[in-house]
């Protein structure tokens, strides 16, 4: 094979990859996601134990590499860090103001987490022709299948949007160039519950999570919306 059919033939497969991916303005079948959904707990995964988990890891990453830097700065004198909270430790007043902004900066942390991980327990959905609405106690988001625009990622990266079908799958990408990407996808069901996918991949703290989630359809009349909470964002 010469050089430049080499060449050619990895354009060409390229294109083709590419097309195949393409998401598409309908499903192959008609599908219909609108409803009001709430989180099935035993058929979920536990985001929010997953989500701690990861941070405790990587915070007790955070507090081995600073113990080896303490280590090699004062090879005779250093001992390791005393756990927060440890009887008969004394903490001075400029230790302790430094832990209250360290628990401040966790908690703001945590809660942006949260978020890029969708952890609430409903999902109302409206769907009408190409245009899907959802709306959880986190935000709302609008989508239109086939389309291609930018968003903010909730680290701040500005990020591609991708939304449409795959056959059954409704399928949301966000890939911000050399940082977070995310892929979700919502599908119907045979037992009239929806299964919602999540996987984070490249430059972010959750490169590597994916949560499976499954939703069953509420019953009932829709609670009525407290004015006073403002509108969703």
């Not at 050619?8 to 599908?31: N, T």
């Not at 430790?89 to 900066?105: F, H, Y």
Request: glycine residues 8%; charged residues 35%.
């Amino acid at each position: 094979m010469t050089l430049s059919f080499r060449f050619v033939a990895v354009v060409l497969f390229c294109f083709i990859g590419g097309a195949a991916s393409a998401l598409e303005e309908f499903p192959k079948r008609p599908v219909n996601l609108e409803g009001r959904w709430v989180l099935n707990s035993a058929q979920s995964d536990d985001a929010e134990q997953l989500l701690m988990d990861r941070l405790e890891r990587q915070r007790l990453e955070d507090r081995k590499r600073m113990e080896r830097w303490l280590r090699r700065r004062e090879p005779t004198g250093a001992r390791p860090l005393p756990p927060i909270g440890e009887e008969g430790v004394e903490i001075p007043a400029a230790t302790r103001d430094a832990m209250a902004r360290v628990k401040r900066r966790r908690e703001r942390e945590e809660d942006l987490y949260r978020r890029m991980l969708g952890i609430a327990r409903t999902l109302n959905i409206r769907q009408e022709g190409r245009s899907i609405e959802m709306r959880s106690s986190i935000e709302t988001r609008r989508f239109t299948a086939g389309s291609e625009s930018q968003v903010s990622m909730p680290e701040g990266q500005l990020a591609d949007l991708k939304a449409g079908w795959e056959g059954q799958w409704f399928v949301v990408q966000r890939r911000a160039r050399g940082g977070p990407r995310v892929t979700e996808k919502f599908r119907l069901l045979k037992t009239d519950q929806l299964e919602y996918q999540m996987a984070w991949s490249g430059d972010t703290e959750l490169a590597g999570m994916k949560v499976n989630r499954i939703f069953d359809r509420a019953q009932g009349e829709p609670p009525v919306r407290d004015p006073d909470l403002g509108p969703v964002r």
